[in-house]
């Protein structure tokens, strides 16, 4: 496995979801480019000064769900941007952008957040997620195949995720900003399937694989266009058969205006993507999809943000496809 941090770091576009850690250094001013992404030095990432975690596991939690809002906001504010042209509301949006920023920097920007949600995945929510898609690879007999499985695990933020499987999963773990020298750091999203793109990782991203993880991935991205594109991603990058392991918090189906279980269910099929297993556990909802034959057929606007449930109190969390 490469050490990503090992590698000098370049100045290239990252997301909005990868800028909203930014450090508590003057930011560049932010250019907003068709696919709202915005140009930011990523070396200044790992400049975030390191804040506690959080008096408490309900205050780290608090905090967590806080920094969620500002991705979404910050997520907004930079799709907003291509639309002006006024100096005035372009200054009073960079205003408000520069606001958002600074109370990310002031949590300790997603340095911080990575180690809370690390924390939570070990304490609050009685382990990784990986603990639920084992037993269900073993069951579908997966770890009984001649070769070991390809498994491309996104949003890493431990690579001992799967070490103990190790005879018969080869895990590679990918993250935007990587927390370990045993994680790749990569966008997902510019993965291109075949390996191309950057030399150095390649070879990593040459084969299709067995399995792809995303999990509380989806979730963390702001954009409701984008969290329909990694699901995209993952149907691309997977073999014929394989399955894509996903895992959200449980209000992202249980309690929003524009998804549920059915509807999730919809979308991966309209994108080649058959349920196969779900289990939803009191915070966490986890589902397992195969590829099917059909896969590739999906393209185009399908999916757009629908009103489900208009019940008063519900969240806005939604997937576009
Ligand atoms: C909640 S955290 C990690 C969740 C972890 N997989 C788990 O199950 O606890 C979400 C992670 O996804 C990463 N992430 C978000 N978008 C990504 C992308 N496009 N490519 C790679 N990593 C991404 C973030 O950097 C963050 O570390």
Known sequence: ?????????????????????????????????????????????SSVPRAKLGRS???????ISRFHTLIKEYSKL????????????IAALEAQVGAVEQEMAQMGGLDWYQKASLLGQSKQRGGDTSRWLVPQLRELGLDRRAQPLRLLDVGALSCLNYAKERSWIHATPIDLHAQEPGIVQQDFLDIAPGGAGDP????LFAAPFDVVCLSLVVNFVGDPVRR???LRQAARLLAPGGHAF??????????????????????????????????HTAKLAHYLYRLSASAGAASGP????????????????????
């Open 200 to 203: 150095a990782t390649a070879h």
């Open 57 to 63: 596991s309900a205050d780290t939690q608090r905090r």
């Open 78 to 89: 930079a799709a907003r941007r291509p639309q002006l042209s006024d100096d005035g509301d």
């Open 1 to 45: 496995m490469p050490k990503a941090r090992a590698r000098p770091r370049r100045h290239r576009p990252v997301t909005a979801e990868q800028s909203a850690a930014p450090g508590a250094l003057a930011l560049p001013p932010i250019h907003v480019d068709g696919q709202a992404k915005v140009v930011i030095d990523s070396a200044q990432l």
């Open 302 to 321: 399908r999916f757009k943000k629908k009103l489900l449930h208009s019940a008063p109190g519900r969240n806005n969390f939604s997937i576009v496809v």
């Open 246 to 279: 996903l895992v959200l918090p449980r209000p992202c189906v249980d309690n929003s205006r524009y998804l549920d279980d059915d509807r999730l269910r919809a979308i991966m099929l309209h994108l080649g993507l058959e349920q196969v297993a779900a289990h």
């Open 228 to 230: 329909g594109d990694m």
